[in-house]
């Protein structure tokens, strides 16, 4: 392959951390520190001998027409929100098909079926793929399961990166999952997802390819250490918490003790989800392993985060590929494609 001019596109999302958002909102995660995922994806393709030209959504129309102009032959999308809309990732990939320009990670169809986790769920279930037992619920519409029981997580439907997704999201009574669904009501103004609490440890099994996807060596995000009584979840706490017990004694690292028929189950049923999900280029499929051996499927990432030192990139790593590598890979596969 020769020489490429690639956009690198990808969105700025501001973090509010005044008292008062800490009191009152529904928090805003996403912050970067040391160097930003778009500039070590530009110096990757740099490496490999292309032309990386970095582009900013930053919310507005003039921003996401001036993005129609730029001439190139590849956008390499880190783009995951519009206007500080973190669910306005499919129309972002819908723009560029209208604009025809070809992209690298999931279309807007896979973004979708993604984003919508119930939806996601009934897909998999179609398919014969493992998913805890879940209801939807918007302002008293009820997609009902008869067959719900305490505990449930309560989490909004159509977000990733676990917004909304506080230890105070599992709950144990009618009071408490009255209370949670207001709650995420009022501040995301979308369905909330009602599902079973799954006890097992946390696993990430990355999924690269189109024909014929590859899953990549399986990750174990490591919930043991959380303090007795805490949820065993990868809260916005686990996640983005910096300072907290929560976010310094919860680890992601290759799982290296599992049986070999356990590790076949989880890629393949990984691989599956990303199928029944029409993912394509690259992808996440999350799980839980349950003490029985069992493999729900929780969701599915597409265009999971790229940093060099993310779970992605470390499984990367692990099945023998560098950074580099793995991102040159992400843009042949996604010139390749018709």
């Not at 309560?154 to 105070?168: H, L």
Request: aromatic fraction near 8%.
């Amino acid at each position: 392959m020769g020489k490429l001019k690639i956009v690198v596109l990808y969105d700025r999302v501001l973090v509010d951390e005044s008292e008062e958002a800490a009191a009152d909102k529904a928090p805003v995660v996403r912050t970067l520190d040391k160097k930003e995922v778009e500039e070590e994806v530009a110096e990757a393709l740099v490496k490999v001998g292309h032309e990386p030209v970095m582009y900013e959504l930053d919310g507005t129309q003039k921003s996401l027409l001036g993005l129609a102009r730029v001439d190139c032959d590849l956008v390499f999308n880190l783009a995951e929100s519009f206007a500080a809309d973190d669910t306005a990732d499919f129309k972002i990939a819908a723009f560029l098909d209208l604009v025809g320009k070809k992209y690298t990670g999931s279309g807007t169809h896979g973004l979708m079926l993604a984003q919508d986790k119930a939806v996601a769920k009934k897909i998999f279930a179609f398919h014969g793929i493992h998913t805890p037992t879940f209801a939807k619920c918007y302002r008293g519409r009820l997609d009902f399961s008869h067959d719900l029981q305490f505990p449930v997580i309560v989490k909004p439907a159509r977000e990733d990166g676990s917004i909304g997704i506080e230890f105070s999201a599992v709950v144990s009574s009618i009071r408490e999952l009255m209370e949670r669904m207001d709650w995420l009501h009022t501040h995301f103004d979308s369905p909330v997802l009602i599902e079973e609490y799954i006890e097992g440890r946390e696993m990430y099994v990355g999924v690269l390819g189109n024909d014929k996807p590859e899953a990549l060596p399986v990750i174990e995000l490591d919930l043991s250490k959380l303090p007795e009584g805490t949820p065993r979840i990868a809260a916005a706490e686990v996640k983005w918490g910096k300072g907290t017990r929560a976010y310094r004694d919860t680890k992601s690292a290759i799982a290296t003790d599992l049986p070999e028929e356990t590790v076949q189950l989880l890629h393949q049923t990984a691989v599956a989800a990303y199928q029944a999900l029409e993912l394509r280029d690259y992808g996440r499929v999350d799980m839980r392993l349950q003490p029985d051996g069992r493999v729900p499927v929780i969701e599915a990432n597409p265009n999971p985060w790229l940093a060099s030192r993310a779970e992605f990139a470390m499984a990367a790593r692990k099945s023998g590929r560098t950074y580099t590598q793995l991102i040159e890979e992400i843009v042949e596969l996604a010139v390749a494609r018709a």
